[in-house]
Nanobody, 121 residues
Framework: VQLQASGGGLVQAGNSLRLSCAASGGTFSNYVMGWFRQAPGKEREFVATIGLRGSTYYADSVKGRFTISRDNAKSTVSLQMHSLKPEDTAVYYC????????????????WGPGTQVTVSS
């Protein structure tokens, strides 16, 4: 499975941004999908995950601000981000795994190359 994230950019604090991840080369509906992020000098951390039937789970730091969704017909997973904060600045990675929820990197079988999100204060 190949994953390609898009939609990153530079935004001011309080604004919104939507990330998308397109999957190819596999049966998208068979995979649990997730978003992770990595800030400079920090370890990669879990952001959100969505199961095969749409169950979702979020990191406490983004709960209530971010929404993950999937479109199996289009083989895409999205991350809608609202009320962005400077601490949300990171490279965001799309990932695919087998078992819900995927909250740790070793649980993921496939990774996309990442997209930069920068939130200015």
């Amino acid at each position: 499975v190949q994953l390609q994230a898009s939609g990153g950019g530079l935004v001011q604090a309080g604004n919104s941004l939507r990330l998308s991840c397109a999957a190819s080369g596999g049966t998208f509906s068979n995979y649990v999908m997730g978003w992770f992020r990595q800030a400079p000098g920090k370890e990669r951390e879990f952001v959100a995950t969505i199961g095969l039937r749409g169950s979702t789970y979020y990191a406490d730091s983004v709960k209530g601000r971010f929404t993950i969704s999937r479109d199996n017909a289009k083989s895409t997973v999205s991350l809608q981000m609202h009320s962005l904060k400077p601490e949300d600045t990171a490279v965001y990675y799309c990932a695919a795994g087998r078992n819900f929820p995927i909250t740790k990197a070793p649980q993921c079988d496939y990774w996309g190359p990442g997209t930069q999100v920068t939130v200015s204060s």
